[in-house]
């Protein structure tokens, strides 16, 4: 019996461990969703490709909306550069999250009303949201 349990608590350890690792590299597969997405709009820019920077705008945004779900707890262990301060300041952390996704929206929306002029400062922007993340809960 005492085996039994034993072998139980291990499997649900190494359970709980496969969907850990799941979890972080569907994250990092999200964030190189984003670079891959702000490299097409900064060429879509002087291009003057406004649906293409709207569309990958969005894509930013629906990422940043949904990326707090990727950080469950117990997923700062493993193959990752995530920093165990996001669970101990998870409302900073979404609040974060929050200013990229605005970020990405109003450059989605500039591109809509083709403010050409603005765009490279949207960017900028958004960028900046990116890294703001990534200095306090990144390694
Ligand atoms: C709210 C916080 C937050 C925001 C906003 C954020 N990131 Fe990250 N990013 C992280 C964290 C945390 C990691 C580490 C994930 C890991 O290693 O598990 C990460 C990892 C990455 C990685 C490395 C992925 C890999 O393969 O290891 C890239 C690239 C990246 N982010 C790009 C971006 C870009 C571009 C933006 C903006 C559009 C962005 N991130 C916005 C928190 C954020």
Redesign the pocket.
């Known amino acids: 019996m005492r085996i039994y349990f034993s072998i139980l608590a291990i499997s649900l350890c190494l359970g709980v461990t496969a969907q850990a690792a799941d979890v972080?590299s569907e994250?990092?597969?999200g964030?190189?969703g984003?670079?891959a997405?702000?490299k097409i709009i900064k060429a879509a820019i002087p291009a003057g490709d406004t649906p293409a920077i709207a569309a990958e705008a969005r894509k930013?945004a629906d990422w940043?909306s949904r990326?707090?779900d990727y950080?469950p707890e117990g997923?700062g262990e493993g193959?990752?550069?995530?920093?165990p301060n996001?669970w101990t300041e998870f409302d900073d952390?979404?609040a974060?999250?929050k200013?990229?996704e605005n970020a990405?929206v109003e450059l989605a929306m500039m591109a809509d009303k083709d403010e050409m002029t603005s765009l490279g400062k949207g960017l900028g922007k958004?960028?900046g949201?990116?890294k703001?993340?990534?200095q306090r809960?990144?390694?």
């Open positions: 972080i994250r990092k597969a964030f190189r984003n670079v997405a702000l930013v940043s990326m707090i950080f997923s193959d990752t550069k995530a920093l996001i952390f979404t974060l999250a200013n990229a990405a958004l960028a949201t990116c703001a993340c990534h809960f990144k390694e």
